[in-house]
T-cell receptor, first 117, second 111 residues
Framework: DGGITQSPKYLFRKEGQNVTLSCEQNLNHDAMYWYRQDPGQGLRLIYYSQIVNDFQKGDIAEGYSVSREKKESFPLTVTSAQKNPTAFYLC????????????????FGEGSRLTVL | GQQVMQIPQYQHVQEGEDFTTYCNSSTTLSNIQWYKQRPGGHPVFLIQLVKSGEVKKQKRLTFQFGEAKKNSSLHITATQTTDVGTYFCAGTEDSWGKLQFGAGTQVVVTP
């Protein structure tokens, strides 16, 4: 079955440690995204990638890094520079309808819940 | 910058009643999408609206895009317990790939 797989589902980290969240998709989608979700708030865009070997900062990129070496994979590293990393992280992908910009529905993974101890 | 606001933040509904959640943007949108997130789950796409004044229906759900393409609404009739969850709207201007999500409306249904 096609879909997006995020791992791990739950992760605990000590302060000062970097952690990497995995996101893999087999939907053959060009675009991939990382969102952060905090209680009572919407999804905030961290980074996105429209094509392999290219990515752009979203609204809250500070303290995070990404890579897009393969079409299927878009890992997110939460660095020690991120001041408040405890959150629910969601990866998504889409293939936009190129006739009408931004018309692709987002397919989300099940999320990774990061807790900093 | 673009901001998308949703009201209400919380909605308690008696089973069988109707309710509406609203989405307002500070700028004109090229399109708007709606997602539903069940408790403990991930957002799932419901629908996309592109045209000014567009209305789409999915069974008991009716979605509308405003004439000025700056607001949208989701109306649910005869609410059921399966409607529990948080409903998000997400809109974008012309910049490719940057959906701006509202904070969501959390819906609780009492039998």
């Amino acid at each position: 079955d096609g879909g997006i797989t995020q791992s791990p589902k739950y992760l605990f980290r000590k302060e000062g440690q970097n952690v990497t969240l995995s996101c893999e998709q087999n939907l053959n989608h060009d675009a991939m995204y990382w969102y952060r979700q905090d209680p009572g708030q919407g999804l905030r865009l961290i980074y996105y990638s429209q094509i392999v070997n290219d990515f752009q900062k979203g609204d809250i990129a500070e303290g995070y890094s990404v890579s897009r070496e393969k079409k299927e994979s878009f890992p997110l590293t939460v660095t020690s520079a991120q001041k408040n990393p405890t959150a629910f992280y969601l990866c998504a992908s889409t293939t936009p309808d190129r006739a009408i910009p931004n018309t692709g529905e987002l397919f989300f993974g099940e999320g990774s819940r990061l807790t900093v101890l | 910058g673009q901001q998308v606001m949703q009201i209400p933040q919380y909605q308690h509904v008696q089973e069988g009643e109707d309710f509406t959640t609203y989405c307002n943007s500070s700028t004109t949108l090229s399109n708007i999408q709606w997602y539903k997130q069940r408790p403990g789950g991930h957002p799932v796409f419901l629908i996309q609206l592109v045209k000014s004044g567009e209305v789409k229906k999915q069974k008991r759900l009716t979605f509308q895009f405003g004439e000025a393409k700056k607001n949208s609404s989701l109306h649910i009739t005869a609410t059921q317990t399966t409607d529990v969850g948080t409903y998000f709207c997400a809109g974008t201007e012309d910049s490719w790939g940057k959906l701006q999500f509202g904070a969501g409306t959390q819906v609780v249904v009492t039998p």
